[in-house]
């Protein structure tokens, strides 16, 4: 059974930058698509970003020119670089991917942009 590793949350000012990590225990040339969703309180999870084996990736329109989805092969992981954030980007990010045996989820991390 796939597993999905997340690190890399906190608490940083508007403005300021963090780097998410996510590492699979297998390799993820096998997942169809790979990425970040997020749930802030009292709300839906939402698709933040996620790469596909071909193709560009998808961003949620809020986050477009200021985070970045990256794949590592090598190191069967994905990140998220988050820039220029606000305090609306405060939420628990998962790490997903969806393969053969469907959709795993990582145990989520949190991020919270406040001054």
């Known amino acids: 059974q796939v597993q999905l590793v997340e690190s890399g949350g906190g608490l940083v000012q508007p403005g300021g930058s963090l780097r998410l990590s996510c590492t699979s225990s297998?390799?993820?040339?096998?997942?169809?698509?790979m990425g970040w969703y997020r749930q802030a309180p009292g709300k839906q999870r939402e698709l933040v970003a996620r790469?596909?084996?071909?193709?560009?990736?998808d961003y949620l329109d809020s986050v477009k020119g200021r985070f970045t989805i990256i794949r590592d092969n090598f190191k069967n992981a994905a990140y998220l670089q988050m820039n220029n954030l606000k305090t609306e980007d405060t939420a628990i990010y998962y790490c997903?991917?969806?393969?053969?045996?469907?959709?795993?989820w990582g145990q989520g991390t949190q991020v919270t942009v406040s001054s």
């Open positions: 790469f596909f084996k071909i193709g560009s990736p």
């Open positions: 297998e390799s993820i040339f096998s997942f169809n698509h």
């Open positions: 997903n991917a969806f393969g053969t045996g469907g959709d795993t």
